[in-house]
T-cell receptor
Framework: ETGVTQSPTHLIKTRGQQVTLRCSSQ?????VSWYQQALGQGPQFIFQ???????GRGNFPPRFSGLQFPNYSSELNVNALELDDSALYLC????????????FGSGTRLTVV | TQLLEQSPQFLSIQEGENLTVYCNSS?????LQWYRQEPGEGPVLLVT?????EVKKLKRLTFQFGDARKDSSLHITAAQPGDTGLYLC??????????FGTGTRLTIIP
């Protein structure tokens, strides 16, 4: 079975621009969660999608938005980029409840200059 | 807001030594997971614990879930350089999302 794949692996954007990050979930998984991990920190929950609907959101502003597609792949969109948005963005997939653990992708390293 | 505290934040020990890292919360977990993350990679799931008092072993790693389901520990026996990494605990507080701790950065010196 394939794992979680994220693209691109690295990205450099200018403050004020918009960015779209992509994630293909592991085969058989119907839930995708997105996390932001700043350098030296643990991952912070952005939001979760279950069967194409947002199923919970962390403490992130509305300029962070997402989508989940019928094949359970997902996108994370960030508008009006700020310098503090520079981080590793992680996508994790699971089958339903978080009780059984997530499979993470390797992440997208976003640098905002 | 549920918070997870991990300690120590940094740990550097010699190969062959034993170590324990801790994860604590003021709230009760529905379940708790431990992950290891290496540079440039996403976290990799090591174990999930669900029942208070539960102990799970994964080779030289022993995971314990507190009786009250508010804390957990990870003990590594005879540490090896391959154990180097960022160890993250993550709790599910019943709202279907994982809350991560800040991590313990472990370095094993050959």
């Amino acid at each position: 079975e394939t794992g979680v794949t994220q693209s691109p692996t690295h990205l450099i954007k200018t403050r004020g621009q918009q960015v779209t990050l992509r994630c293909s979930s592991q085969s058989g998984h119907n839930t995708v969660s997105w996390y932001q991990q700043a350098l030296g920190q643990g991952p912070q929950f952005i939001f979760q999608y279950y069967r194409e609907e947002e199923n919970g959101r962390g403490n992130f502003p509305p300029r962070f938005s997402g989508l989940q597609f019928p094949n359970y792949s997902s996108e994370l969109n960030v508008n009006a980029l700020e310098l503090d948005d520079s981080a590793l963005y992680l996508c994790a997939s699971s089958y339903g409840t978080a009780n059984y653990g997530y499979t993470f992708g390797s992440g997208t390293r976003l640098t905002v200059v | 807001t549920q918070l997870l505290e991990q300690s120590p934040q940094f740990l550097s020990i010699q190969e062959g030594e034993n170590l324990t890292v801790y994860c604590n919360s003021s709230s009760v977990f529905s379940s708790l997971q431990w992950y290891r993350q290496e540079p440039g990679e996403g976290p990799v799931l090591l174990v999930t614990v669900v029942t208070g008092g539960e102990v799970k072993k994964l080779k030289r790693l022993t995971f314990q879930f507190g009786d009250a389901r508010k804390d957990s520990s990870l003990h590594i026996t005879a540490a090896q350089p391959g154990d180097t990494g960022l160890y993250l605990c993550a709790g599910n507080f019943g709202n279907e999302k994982l809350t991560f701790g800040t991590g313990t950065r472990l370095t094993i010196i050959p």
